[in-house]
């Protein structure tokens, strides 16, 4: 009789502690508007500047990055397009300096400007300095050229060639001959290059009056 009291006991145990053990259903989880996370509360703080080393030209692959040069004023384009020489200001004084050549033609719609000097004046041999762009406008005493202005001195970053590019501004004053690089210091150690396209108008040949004949 014990022995069946005690088993009844043991299973109405069970029974009542069956709901402790037991889990609610869950509910549904309603569906987030972020997924797969939502977003963190700041950005990601990266490491400021980036190497010098390896870069390249910020212009364009295509040929003509600009369709049309614009031209505001017919007078200036006229005294551009006679634009023929370079001088280098870093060298312009030493003595033996020469000019170098500059070509400005019209390609379609486009005026294009090329040209090189290389510095033949002593302790300077093998420096040089070079423009290749196109022209994006044409103003009252200014050109701008979407394109790039080279330098190359020896003893600046060990003679490795330093550059500025993008649009750049060669402005004109008064009655001079000459439009200087606005943006004309050099960006490898800071001076002023005073890079120069010169103007120089062909000479004309006056023609020689006929002699007359002698009897």
């Known amino acids: 009789m014990n022995k069946a009291l005690s088993s009844i006991a043991f299973v109405g145990a069970l029974v009542l502690a069956a709901p402790a053990f037991a889990q609610p259903a869950a509910a549904p989880q309603a569906p987030s508007s972020y997924y797969p996370a939502p977003p963190p509360d700041r950005a990601p703080v990266v490491e400021k500047g980036a190497s010098t080393s390896n870069l390249s030209s910020p212009l364009p692959t295509a040929p003509h990055a600009v369709e049309r040069t614009i031209i505001d004023s017919d007078a200036e384009a006229q005294l551009f397009a006679e634009a023929r020489r370079i001088t280098w200001g870093r060298y312009a004084k030493i003595k033996g300096a020469k000019p170098g050549e500059l070509m400005v033609t019209k390609q379609g719609n486009v005026w294009v400007v090329k040209g090189r000097i290389d510095s033949v ?3 300077t041999e093998g420096d040089w300095a070079f423009i290749d762009g196109v022209v994006e406008r044409i103003g009252a005493n200014v ?73």
């Open 121 to 123: 004046a002593p302790g």
């Open 143 to 215: 050109v701008q050229i979407r394109g790039e202005v080279g330098f190359r001195v020896a003893k600046v970053e060990k003679g490795t060639p330093c550059k500025v590019a993008g649009l750049l501004n060669f402005r004109r004053s008064g009655k001079s001959q000459v439009w200087r690089l606005a943006e004309g210091d050099n960006p490898c150690d800071g001076t002023r290059e005073g890079f120069d396209l010169v103007m120089e108008k062909p000479v004309e040949k006056k023609p020689v009056p006929a002699q007359p004949k002698r009897s």
